[in-house]
């Protein structure tokens, strides 16, 4: 069975850092591409960051480009995001998820508990 679970969310005010981590069992992490979606309430889930299976192949949405980093660790079966420079339109659930998404391509209901982030003053 798929498990991602997520943690490391939290509250940070504007220009703040977070960096949540998802741990993954169940299937070959090291074989399977990854990515992090985020849902922000009212909304649709909307694609972050997605990255290959060694580490390589990496794309951001636009909005968080230039602020977010993801990467992995294939001996840990974790996937992680550090988050820079946040703002108040980061604030969202983030998913983890597999497979290599793109904002072009439809999302799935994210499924887990995530990890809260909010950005706020």
């Known amino acids: 069975e798929v498990q991602l679970v997520e943690s490391g969310g939290g509250a940070v005010q504007p220009g703040g850092s977070l960096s949540p981590a998802c741990a993954a069992s169940g299937f070959p992490f090291s074989l399977t591409p990854m990515s992090w979606v985020r849902q922000a309430p009212g909304k649709g889930p909307e694609w972050v960051s997605s990255?290959?299976?060694?580490?390589?192949?990496?794309t951001y949405a636009d909005s968080v480009k230039g602020r977010f980093a993801i990467s992995r660790d294939n001996a840990k079966n974790t996937l992680y995001l550090q988050m820079n420079s946040l703002k108040p339109d980061d604030t969202a659930v983030y998913y983890c998820?597999?497979?290599?998404?793109?904002?072009?391509?439809?999302?799935?209901?994210?499924r887990g508990q995530g990890t809260q982030v909010t950005v706020s003053s």
């Open positions: 998820t597999t497979g290599f998404l793109s904002a072009t391509k439809p999302l799935s209901p994210p």
């Open positions: 990255i290959g299976t060694r580490g390589v192949t990496i």
